[in-house]
């Protein structure tokens, strides 16, 4: 279980009358892929692959030509890369195939885990607000130089960043989530400005994605004294 909410297998998200004629469907571990896609009047449709995790979390690799290499986007980002005129109305400008035919995101139970977790706030932390409050942050490898995203959607995530910022020696391959290496390229500037901000993709830090201290970014077990702050402002 993680944060309230269990890891559920990709092959259990959803029943088979939601998947029906779905398509691009693949079933991973924790998640389901299916096709998605956003359209701009002016430059057409933007072709993706949306994965929908049983936390609530929603990622979109885009394949809008060949040579794209954005991936793991948020819905908002992809609807902002794919140049939508009307942006900030992701549920509904987000589509994806079904039975042939173009149906906005909101209309489809593939959202039905993400507002689970924003109801619950179970695996996405929340300001008293209500919105998202951690956006993806980025360390730099100790031996290449170029600097790794992190993404902070749950305790687990949050407590890999943390770790890793507090360790000057830190590099890329002690990566444990994902295969990167000192020889892989870092992100092209045009993907490190979206950082999962809920009010704008391309924020530089607000107070909807930037996080001061919390329980899911803060540990009890940690002897740094940022935690041990936070620790005694809870306690006092």
Same mark, same amino acid.
């Given at each position: 279980?993680?944060?309230? /909410?269990?890891?559920?297998?990709?092959?259990?998200?959803?029943?088979?009358?939601?998947?029906?004629?779905?398509?691009?469907?693949?079933?991973?571990?924790?998640?389901?892929?299916?096709?998605?896609?956003?359209?701009?009047?002016?430059?057409?449709?933007?072709?993706?692959?949306?994965?929908?995790?049983?936390?609530?979390?929603?990622?979109?690799?885009?394949?809008?030509?060949?040579?794209?290499?954005?991936?793991?986007?948020?819905?908002?980002?992809?609807?902002?890369?794919?140049?939508?005129?009307?942006?900030?109305?992701?549920?509904?400008?987000?589509?994806?195939?079904?039975?042939?035919?173009?149906?906005?995101?909101?209309?489809?139970?593939?959202?039905?885990?993400?507002?689970?977790?924003?109801?619950?706030?179970?695996? /996405?932390?929340?300001?008293?607000?209500?919105?998202?409050?951690?956006?993806?942050?980025?360390?730099?490898?100790?031996?290449?130089?170029?600097?790794?995203?992190?993404?902070?959607?749950?305790?687990?995530?949050?407590? /890999?960043?943390?770790?890793?910022?507090?360790?000057?020696?830190?590099?890329?391959?002690?990566?444990?989530?994902?295969?990167?290496?000192?020889?892989?390229?870092?992100?092209?500037?045009?993907?490190?400005?979206?950082?999962?901000?809920?009010?704008?993709?391309?924020?530089?830090?607000?107070?909807?994605?930037?996080?001061?201290?919390?329980?899911?970014?803060?540990?009890?077990?940690?002897?740094?004294?940022?935690?041990?702050?936070?620790?005694?402002?809870?306690?006092?």
């Amino acid at each position: 279980m993680e944060n309230g /909410i269990d890891k559920v297998s990709g092959s259990m998200l959803f029943s088979e009358e939601e998947l029906i004629e779905v398509s691009g469907l693949k079933k991973g571990g924790d998640f389901v892929e299916v096709t998605c896609g956003c359209t701009s009047h002016r430059y057409g449709d933007a072709v993706g692959k949306l994965r929908v995790f049983s936390n609530g979390n929603l990622e979109i690799t885009c394949e809008c030509t060949p040579g794209c290499n954005e991936d793991r986007l948020t819905p908002a980002a992809f609807e902002k890369h794919s140049g939508r005129e009307t942006a900030r109305k992701w549920k509904n400008n987000v589509w994806l195939i079904v039975k042939g035919e173009k149906v906005p995101l909101s209309k489809t139970a593939f959202l039905k885990y993400y507002n689970q977790a924003s109801k619950n706030g179970n695996g /996405i932390h929340k300001a008293h607000s209500g919105r998202v409050c951690h956006r993806d942050e980025f360390v730099r490898c100790s031996r290449c130089k170029k600097e790794r995203r992190f993404r902070l959607r749950t305790k687990e995530e949050c407590r /890999i960043h943390h770790d890793a910022l507090a360790d000057v020696n830190w590099k890329c391959s002690d990566i444990l989530y994902d295969r990167i290496t000192c020889d892989d390229d870092e992100e092209r500037a045009s993907r490190r400005v979206y950082r999962g901000c809920s009010r704008s993709p391309t924020c530089k830090g607000c107070t909807s994605c930037v996080c001061f201290g919390c329980e899911i970014c803060r540990f009890t077990d940690c002897s740094c004294q940022t935690c041990i702050d936070f620790i005694r402002n809870a306690e006092a």
